[in-house]
């Protein structure tokens, strides 16, 4: 059992034999559907009347949703290794295609919840997807858990918003405890951004 809220580790990326813990079959279905409301909710303009009944059915499923309320341990949302995304909506969804101990290449398109302007993904978006993405990799093939200390990004053109985009991350070093990794997000031969970052594998007794 990890000590921290991080899920704990596995094989490389894409083990075929990653446990799936919790929330079922259908729990993909859902997170993609959710994902789908964000961004239609995003793009919308609603009327009144579309407003409150959106409003009145968000309560009720929020109702609902308490009545089944776990402990940290427990979650599922975020620790479905099994899912592209991990099973959350928090970070836009990289689909892995390719991946080995040290590195990972595949997909992000970051819907229109992430637009930040003029058609741009927001600034913000970005290193959360890196970190996501890089953080994982951290995590993967046997290593032991880490956290970022630092993630620097740079962002080198403008990082469009509905278009499949490739991503990709790789160790650089490995010194200790510390482990280096970089990354870069492109739109065919553009790159749009680059990371590179610093992820400390715990100590015992490190939340
Ligand atoms: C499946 C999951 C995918 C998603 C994963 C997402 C991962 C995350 O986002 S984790 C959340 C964000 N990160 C955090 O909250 C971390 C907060 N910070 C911490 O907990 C601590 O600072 C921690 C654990 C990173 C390091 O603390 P500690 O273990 O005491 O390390 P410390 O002894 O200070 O430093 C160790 C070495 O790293 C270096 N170092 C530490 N921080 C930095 C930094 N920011 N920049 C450069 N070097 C650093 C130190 O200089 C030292 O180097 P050396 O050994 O050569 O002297």
Request: proline share 6%; hydrophobic share 35%; with cysteine.
């Amino acid at each position: 059992m990890p000590r921290t809220g991080l899920p704990s580790g596995s094989g490389t990326w894409l083990d075929p034999d990653i446990p799936v813990t919790g929330g079922g079959p259908g729990y993909g279905a859902v997170v993609e559907s959710l994902r789908d409301l964000l961004d239609g909710f995003a793009a919308a303009s609603p009327d009144e009347e579309t407003v409150r009944a959106l409003a009145d059915a968000f309560a009720a499923w929020s109702k609902r949703l308490e009545r089944h309320r776990v402990g940290e341990r427990q979650q599922v949302f975020g620790r479905r290794r099994d899912l592209h995304g991990r099973g959350q909506v928090m970070a836009p969804k990289f689909a892995a295609e390719e991946s080995d101990e040290r590195s990972v290449k595949g997909t992000v398109t970051f819907g229109r919840y992430f637009l930040g302007g003029n058609g741009a993904v927001h600034g913000g978006a970005i290193p959360l997807l890196f970190d996501e993405v890089m953080g994982r990799l951290s995590n993967t093939a046997g290593r032991s858990q880490s956290r970022t200390a630092f993630l620097h990004t740079d962002f080198r053109s403008v990082t469009p918003v509905g278009v499949p985009l490739s991503v990709r991350a790789w160790f650089e070093s490995e010194e200790g405890r510390k482990r280096f990794i970089r990354a870069e997000i492109r739109d065919g031969d553009t790159l749009c951004a680059e990371s590179h970052g610093l992820f400390l594998a715990l100590l015992p007794g490190q939340p």
